[in-house]
């Protein structure tokens, strides 16, 4: 008997105006979390540790790529030094702040993430949610 996939996506997509400069940040952060390039065509490259779950391309109708308000893409982290790993490797590769590695006590005794802004303004989360109720930085 198979196992069903429990993901309830296929996968998303973010638009890029610098096709170069957005894969050489996407290929540093997948790396921390595990993740790599699993396909690629002309202007786009998906990311995932199967399947293509995660597509940085360069706009198919050629106009110039635009943020959605409101929208962000959250990845899963296997632990808080993956989270740290994460925000350190888009810091260094043109990704701006929106919110240190830490706990969140809003979000659940579980949580510890962070939040940056990809270089062309995508907001990107890293999630771990640990398994005890105690969540200390």
């Given at each position: 008997?198979?196992?069903?996939n429990?993901s309830?996506?296929?996968?998303?997509?973010?638009?890029?105006?610098?096709?170069e400069?957005?894969?050489?940040?996407?290929?540093?952060?997948?790396?921390?979390?595990?993740?790599?390039?699993?396909?690629?065509?002309?202007?786009?490259?998906?990311?995932g540790?199967?399947?293509?779950?995660?597509?940085?391309?360069?706009?198919?109708?050629?106009?110039?790529?635009?943020?959605?308000?409101?929208?962000?893409?959250?990845?899963?982290a296997?632990?808080?030094?993956?989270?740290?790993?994460?925000?350190?490797?888009?810091?260094?590769?043109?990704?701006?702040?929106?919110?240190?590695?830490?706990?969140?006590?809003?979000?659940?005794?579980?949580?510890?993430?962070?939040?940056?802004?990809?270089?062309?303004?995508?907001?990107?989360?890293?999630?771990?949610?640990?398994?005890?109720q105690?969540?200390?930085?």
């Amino acid at each position: 008997m198979s196992k069903e996939n429990p993901s309830i996506l296929s996968h998303v997509s973010v638009g890029t105006n610098n096709f170069e400069q957005a894969i050489l940040f996407y290929d540093a952060i997948m790396e921390t979390l595990g993740a790599s390039r699993v396909l690629q065509h002309p202007g786009a490259v998906a990311y995932g540790k199967l399947y293509p779950e995660f597509w940085v391309q360069t706009p198919i109708d050629h106009k110039a790529a635009t943020l959605g308000n409101g929208t962000h893409f959250g990845f899963l982290a296997a632990s808080k030094q993956q989270v740290q790993s994460f925000f350190l490797a888009a810091m260094a590769h043109g990704a701006t702040s929106d919110g240190e590695p830490g706990s969140r006590a809003e979000y659940g005794t579980n949580y510890y993430g962070c939040f940056v802004r990809d270089p062309d303004g995508h907001k990107l989360e890293a999630t771990y949610w640990s398994e005890s109720q105690e969540n200390t930085d």
